[in-house]
């Protein structure tokens, strides 16, 4: 059996300001967006009664994101978990500047979930990073590398 990483899906309310974040902010372009057959995803989800609108997103070096907008059922719940709480995910970039990818990001409403820090160990020691989240539970880390070109790595 052959596995091969597909794309990360990622639900979100607001999905003309999502794909303005990622154009924005990381590059990333749309390839696809368009509505699905509620049927279909009422049954592949085991939500009944779904309405959404997917729009797919490509950056430059080939990571696929889907945002997926669901306009129905009703009360949908926005997800904000601590960093450690179980369940939580997360998107990390990895960035040049990572002060000017902050400044960028807050201008969408994406602001530090803590501060930025300096890595001291791992795959990624000198490294800066900071963790993200915006009002809608959306958590993003940034990654900016030491400038010997070391810490290219994950967190």
Known sequence: MT??????????GDLDAAIHLFED?????????A???????SRVIGVPGVEVEIAYMRSGSGATVELLSYRAPDGVKTFLP????????????SVDDIDAALDKAA?????????VVVIDAGPNKGSR??????????????????????????A
């Open 3 to 12: 596995v091969t990483f597909n794309h990360t899906g990622v639900t979100v």
């Open 82 to 93: 601590r960093a450690c709480d179980l369940g939580s995910l997360h998107l990390g970039f």
């Open 35 to 41: 509505p699905r057959d509620p049927a279909i995803i």
């Open 25 to 33: 902010v990381f590059g990333f372009t749309v390839i696809s967006r």
């Open 129 to 154: 990073i900071a963790y993200l989240r915006n009002h809608e539970g959306l958590v993003l880390e940034l990654i900016q590398a030491p400038d010997n070109g070391a810490g290219r790595g994950q």
């Open 107 to 115: 201008g969408h409403g994406v602001e530090p979930m803590g501060a």
